[in-house]
Nanobody, 125 residues
Framework: QLQFVESGGALVQPGGSLRLSCAASGFTLYYYNVGWFRQAPGKEREGVSCISSSGGRTNYADSVKGRFTVSRDNAKKMVYLQMNNLQPEDSAVYYC??????????????????WGKGTLVTVSS
């Protein structure tokens, strides 16, 4: 059974850090680009970061550049999102999603093949 499960969400104070994890099972993660997305209440889901299948290429939304870092360990079938200097506007449910690299090298929200169910990040004092 194909699964993508996020973890690591929590309540954190402004300026704090969290590391989100995404565990893949039932498919070979190496053949997929992985994106992190987030959705705040009342807002559309937005892309946060994308990492290529090999991990050699990454990109970030302008709002998180310099604060968030995406990485992956294909052998462990894990993808991570290190989030530093978190701010209240980062509060959202965070999702990871995978896209078969045969269909492209990016992570379009509408083009992802597998999605996790999300993990909640709340940044508040």
């Amino acid at each position: 059974q194909l699964q993508f499960v996020e973890s690591g969400g929590a309540l954190v104070q402004p300026g704090g850090s969290l590391r989100l994890s995404c565990a893949a099972s039932g498919f070979t993660l190496y053949y997929y680009n992985v994106g992190w997305f987030r959705q705040a209440p009342g807002k559309e889901r937005e892309g946060v970061s994308c990492i290529s299948s090999s991990g050699g290429r990454t990109n970030y939304a302008d709002s998180v550049k310099g604060r968030f870092t995406v990485s992956r360990d294909n052998a462990k079938k894990m993808v991570y999102l290190q989030m530093n200097n978190l701010q209240p506007e980062d509060s959202a449910v965070y999702y990871c999603a995978a896209r078969d690299l045969r269909f492209g090298n990016n992570c379009p929200r509408s083009g992802m093949d597998y999605w996790g169910k999300g993990t909640l990040v709340t940044v508040s004092s």
